[in-house]
């Protein structure tokens, strides 16, 4: 086959076969040069960075793919390019949902944590009419009160364990009889958490309402209870606090990404 001929099936073999991954260097102004894959046809984030030296103004009107628009929006824009978050890859929402963690493919929390105990509970558990979606509603405030940071961790667990609290009363004073195993599972992921909180001053007022509230029918010494361990904020097993860091961390990036956009960073 003539040589001319080879070239043309060859070029036109490239032009139809789907591209499944490629890569661009795109200008993120200042200077700074970035890689962005083009993956299954989808654009990826930027990484790879490198300085070539100061490209100089374009007159404020430039075509830059990140932070097109003058020495103003690169510089913006570079600023945040250098300040993006840690293994912040791709675009992700703001953290909200009420089993946020569960369930991902890393395994956050550990099985006989708090969390997990009470959405399992909460999925599988609940007899009384109503009790999962409350469940869901205090699991949903606790990881915004997180994200938006409008309140403190600290007070976010409390206004979780409150509200659990009032969930285990309704629960019991439903109906306590046959129910009474529901009652045990919710107080016992209640004292859970509170351990988790590593408060001993909310551990022995918890273990004070059980006695006083429902100890005709679940003695304080059930095995199931622990009113003297509390659980260390640096425990891998305290899913309250593996909880906070991934929204903190998770919530960083989404914000970062939120950020660009507006900025004009990204088309």
Same mark, same amino acid.
């Given at each position: 086959?003539?040589?001319?001929?080879?070239?043309?099936?060859?070029?036109?073999?490239?032009?139809?076969?789907?591209?499944?991954?490629?890569?661009?260097?795109? %200008?993120? /102004? #200042? !200077?700074? =040069?970035?890689?962005?894959?083009?993956? &299954? $046809?989808?654009?990826?984030?930027?990484? +790879?960075?490198?300085?070539?030296?100061?490209?100089?103004? %374009?007159? /404020? #009107? !430039?075509? =830059?793919?990140?932070?097109?628009?003058? &020495? $103003?929006?690169?510089?913006?824009?570079? +600023?945040?390019?250098?300040?993006?978050?840690?293994?912040?890859?791709?675009?992700?929402?703001?953290?909200?949902?009420?089993?946020?963690?569960? $369930?991902?493919?890393?395994?956050?929390?550990?099985?006989?944590?708090?969390?997990?105990?009470?959405?399992?509970?909460?999925?599988?558990?609940?007899?009384?009419?109503?009790?999962?979606?409350?469940?869901?509603?205090?699991?949903?405030?606790?990881?915004?009160?997180?994200?938006?940071?409008?309140?403190?961790?600290?007070?976010?667990?409390?206004?979780?364990?409150?509200?659990?609290?009032?969930?285990?009363?309704?629960?019991?004073?439903?109906?306590?009889?046959?129910?009474?195993?529901?009652?045990?599972?919710?107080?016992?992921?209640?004292?859970?958490?509170?351990?988790?909180?590593?408060?001993?001053?909310?551990?022995?007022?918890?273990?004070?309402?059980?006695?006083?509230?429902?100890?005709?029918?679940?003695?304080?010494?059930?095995?199931?209870?622990?009113?003297?361990?509390?659980?260390?904020?640096?425990?891998?097993?305290?899913?309250?606090?593996?909880?906070?860091?991934?929204?903190?961390?998770?919530?960083?990036?989404?914000?970062?990404?939120?950020?660009?956009?507006?900025?004009?960073?990204?088309?």
């Amino acid at each position: 086959m003539h040589r001319y001929w080879m070239y043309v099936l060859a070029a036109g073999f490239l032009f139809f076969a789907p591209i499944k991954e490629s890569y661009a260097l795109v %200008d993120a /102004g #200042g !200077g700074w =040069y970035c890689q962005r894959a083009y993956v &299954d $046809g989808q654009y990826q984030g930027l990484g +790879n960075c490198q300085y070539f030296g100061s490209t100089g103004s %374009d007159g /404020g #009107g !430039g075509s =830059y793919e990140y932070g097109g628009g003058g &020495d $103003g929006r690169r510089a913006t824009c570079r +600023n945040l390019l250098l300040n993006k978050p840690e293994d912040c890859v791709n675009e992700i929402p703001i953290p909200s949902s009420a089993e946020y963690g569960y $369930g991902t493919a890393g395994g956050e929390y550990q099985g006989g944590s708090g969390l997990p105990r009470l959405i399992a509970w909460k999925n599988n558990g609940p007899a009384v009419s109503g009790i999962s979606q409350k469940i869901t509603n205090i699991l949903q405030n606790h990881t915004q009160a997180l994200a938006t940071g409008f309140v403190s961790r600290s007070v976010a667990d409390q206004d979780l364990t409150q509200g659990l609290q009032s969930i285990c009363s309704e629960q019991a004073y439903a109906s306590p009889w046959p129910y009474i195993a529901g009652t045990e599972k919710c107080l016992t992921t209640l004292n859970r958490l509170v351990q988790e909180r590593n408060d001993s001053t909310w551990l022995s007022g918890l273990r004070d309402w059980v006695a006083t509230n429902f100890n005709a029918d679940i003695s304080v010494n059930n095995v199931g209870f622990d009113f003297n361990t509390l659980i260390s904020l640096l425990d891998p097993e305290n899913s309250l606090a593996v909880k906070a860091d991934l929204v903190k961390k998770d919530n960083e990036c989404a914000m970062w990404w939120q950020e660009a956009r507006d900025e004009g960073c990204l088309q």
